[in-house]
């Protein structure tokens, strides 16, 4: 028997699992974020890693967007940067600039990084998620998530965000094996962290390979894709063996239209698409797989007028077509985008007729 409350809302379970739900289901990538007016009022009084670190802050802020919508899903709040800072890396948010990586990784500093009990010092998250799960008292899934491989290693090579990655791909040309190491280190980080998130209560897990677009097949296909498969197998094994239940997995590689294909034989339930990403094209490289697919509204198509937005849900839905789909936008949602639009295009979804 579970020691959480029933789940009253399994919408997004089951078509990740490919079974058909009553009514088609919506989360939002970054729902818990800064568009939200009462998330900007509590960001005047914690910092962001408080609220991360503090259970009761983060869970008040995940159900924030779960208070005023009609959500399927929660997402936890945290940051896929807490892995390069629980290795042993200063990350700070810098308010209008984001993540800052004041001493970014070089291979000098590689053997400082910390593995050893890292899991252990995101154990704040693991104890965030079971609270939140008692608070959802079941009205939604809870959604883990972390960051792939090759996103953390650009932040924590760049030192924050950055235009090209340059320094992060040098290694891939320079130092293949140094950039193997590290992403290696970064997948057996990645696998225990979900699995622990898991063990705490998470009901679906994302892994956000938001920097995929930096590369080409050729390095998607050496530097990313044997590391997601690892992450898929290991992680599902690990569940089974802790005999717990099975939970499904989302990859939402951003920009990687160019191995569409093959990141639908990684193991993953759930494919992200991102919002460049032409519904036709979606559905015929997706043909012969067995994945459902979540996306994928441009965020900017939330500043449009209502009768706009609407219609351009409904288009977008009817050419991707109802089955295995999960709507979300084909990136996180941006901090100006009015609130009056979400409520827009969460009606707009769940007023289809499956
Ligand atoms: O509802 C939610 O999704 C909130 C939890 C969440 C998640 C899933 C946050 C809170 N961050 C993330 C993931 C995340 N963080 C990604 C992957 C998703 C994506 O591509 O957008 C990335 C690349 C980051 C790194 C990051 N953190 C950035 C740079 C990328 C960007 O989107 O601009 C920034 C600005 C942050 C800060 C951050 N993380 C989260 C919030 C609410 C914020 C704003 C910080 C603040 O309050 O000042």
Not at 64 to 72: A, G, S, T, V
Not at 124 to 133: H, K, S
Not at 338 to 343: C, E, L, R
């Amino acid at each position: 028997m579970s020691k959480f409350p029933d789940l009253k809302n399994d919408r997004i379970l089951k078509v990740a699992r490919g079974e058909k739900p009553d009514k088609l289901p919506i989360w939002i990538m970054r729902q818990a974020g800064r568009y939200l007016p009462e998330f900007m009022e509590f960001r005047e009084q914690h910092s962001f890693f408080e609220i991360c670190q503090t259970p009761e802050l983060a869970c008040e802020v995940t159900l924030m967007p779960i208070r005023r919508y009609d959500l399927d899903a929660a997402i936890i709040f945290s940051d896929i940067l807490v892995i390069p800072q629980a290795l042993g890396m200063t990350v700070e948010m810098r308010p209008g600039v984001g993540p800052v990586l004041p001493e970014p990784l070089t291979s000098d500093n590689f053997h400082k990084l910390n593995k050893n009990g890292a899991v252990s010092r995101l154990k704040y998250v693991g104890e965030a998620i079971t609270l939140t799960r008692h608070k959802l008292e079941g009205k939604v899934p809870l959604f883990g998530f972390s960051g792939a491989p090759w996103t953390l290693m650009g932040y924590m090579i760049e030192g924050g965000g950055s235009k090209t990655l340059s320094k992060a791909k040098k290694w891939l040309y320079k130092d293949p094996e140094l950039a193997h190491l590290l992403l290696d280190l970064l997948t057996e980080v990645i696998v225990d962290y979900l699995v622990m998130q898991i063990e705490h209560g998470a009901q679906i897990v994302q892994v956000f390979d938001s920097s995929a677009e930096y590369l080409n097949k050729n390095l998607y296909t050496k530097f990313c894709l044997p590391y997601l498969k690892q992450i898929s197998t290991k992680v599902k094994e690990k569940v089974k063996q802790l005999n717990l239940e099975e939970v499904p997995m989302v990859l939402f590689a951003k920009g990687a239209y160019f191995c569409l294909e093959d990141q639908a034989d990684l193991g993953y339930d759930v494919l992200g698409i991102d919002w460049t990403m032409s519904p036709d094209f979606v559905r015929a490289s997706l043909k012969d797989k067995n994945v459902s697919i979540q996306g994928n509204l441009d965020p900017c198509a939330l500043y449009a007028n209502k009768d706009e937005l609407k219609n351009m849900v409904v288009d977008m839905v009817r050419k991707l077509g109802t089955d295995r789909l999960i709507v979300n936008l084909g990136h996180g949602i941006y901090p100006d985008a009015p609130t009056a639009s979400v409520q827009t295009f969460i009606e707009t979804v769940h007023s289809f007729n499956l």
